[in-house]
T-cell receptor, first 111, second 114 residues
Framework: EDQVTQSPEALRLQEGESSSLNCSYTVSGLRGLFWYRQDPGKGPEFLFTLYSAGEEKEKERLKATLTKKESFLHITAPKPEDSATYLCAVQTTSGTYKYIFGTGTRLKVLA | DGGITQSPKYLFRKEGQNVTLSCEQNLNHDAMYWYRQDPGQGLRLIYYSQIVNDFQKGDIAEGYSVSREKKESFPLTVTSAQKNPTAFYLC?????????????FGPGTRLTVL
């Protein structure tokens, strides 16, 4: 069964304290892996798409990487405004419509 | 500005009522999706549509219905048959050509059953 697991469920960081969020996946075939940011009561905001192992994408303090089994979202020197839930989703090759979402990591950055 | 709009932001339903959630996009995207989000769970697919006048059931379609009469619009009706409809509902769309696989989401509608 196709599955996406995110860890940790919640993470508290001090401002400036770098860390990584994990998204591990078990799918029959990977078409793409996506990272989103979601603020409370709002829709997810698209961050990155990764397609193949070894690929990396960066945006400000965020960097996403991909291996054959997992993806990491690295947050460098976070600020309080980076506090949000970060969602990972996988699109499988079994159908163009099918996206599987993880349950997210709730990040809190303390000033 | 292009984007996805959902209305209303908050919706309250009485037992036995049908309610309709609106989703409109001006991104010229072909595919549109409805998801349900509950605390502690990943987004779950209700319905999706890849083209006008065509749609398919997702993983949790029971108690829901949709229509796709226009490319820009994909309304979701939550019927009285949906036993636990209180949730956050998200509409998404995707360009269906080339390498564009990412979905873009609307702001969501929070539905509460009274």
């Amino acid at each position: 069964e196709d599955q996406v697991t995110q860890s940790p469920e919640a993470l508290r960081l001090q401002e400036g304290e770098s860390s990584s969020l994990n998204c591990s996946y078990t799918v029959s075939g990977l078409r793409g892996l996506f990272w989103y940011r979601q603020d409370p009561g709002k829709g997810p905001e698209f961050l990155f798409t990764l397609y193949s192992a070894g690929e990396e994408k960066e945006k400000e303090r965020l960097k996403a990487t991909l291996t054959k089994k997992e993806s990491f979202l690295h947050i460098t020197a976070p600020k309080p405004e980076d506090s949000a839930t970060y969602l990972c989703a996988v699109q499988t090759t079994s159908g163009t419509y099918k996206y599987i979402f993880g349950t997210g990591t709730r990040l809190k950055v303390l000033a | 500005d292009g984007g996805i709009t959902q209305s209303p932001k908050y919706l309250f339903r009485k037992e036995g009522q049908n309610v309709t959630l609106s989703c409109e996009q001006n991104l010229n995207h072909d595919a549109m999706y409805w998801y349900r989000q509950d605390p502690g769970q990943g987004l779950r697919l209700i319905y999706y549509s890849q083209i006008v006048n065509d749609f398919q059931k997702g993983d949790i379609a029971e108690g829901y219905s949709v229509s796709r009469e226009k490319k820009e619009s994909f309304p979701l009706t939550v019927t009285s048959a949906q036993k636990n409809p209180t949730a956050f509902y998200l509409c998404a769309s995707r360009k269906q050509e080339g390498a564009y696989n990412e979905q873009f989401f609307g702001p969501g509608t929070r539905l509460t059953v009274l």
